[in-house]
């Protein structure tokens, strides 16, 4: 059966084993792209905050984050402490980047 594409999509399960019972279908490219953004906008990776410092660090993967201010920290997040649902501190494990608006800064290691 054909199903107007919609977030919706992303919440329908079926067996992967079968072909799937559904086909999704968008008007044009655009609506495409702009569920799609819609999508993406409900994602850690865009509403970051402490839940999605919570996901970086539960990941165990290398990742970045920006603070308010514009600096970057990269590195392998692995606690932080929050305060009225907002993290306040976090920690890094290993070898860590700095960078400013996009751009390394350099001579930021331990050595």
Not at 57 to 86: C, R
Not at 93 to 99: P, T
């Amino acid at each position: 059966k054909k199903l107007p594409y919609s977030l919706d999509a992303a919440r329908t399960s079926f067996d992967i084993t079968k072909p799937q019972p559904q086909l999704f279908v968008t008007p044009d490219f655009a609506f495409l792209s702009q569920v799609l953004e819609d999508f993406a906008n409900t994602m850690a990776l865009r509403t970051g905050g402490l839940n999605g410092l919570q996901k970086l660090i539960d990941s165990k993967e290398l990742g970045t984050i920006e603070l308010s201010t514009g600096l970057q920290i990269s590195g392998n997040f692995e606690s932080l402490i929050a305060y009225d649902g907002k993290p306040i501190y976090f920690q890094t494990k290993g070898k860590s980047a700095l960078a400013y608006r996009e751009q390394e800064l350099v001579g930021q290691d331990s050595n």
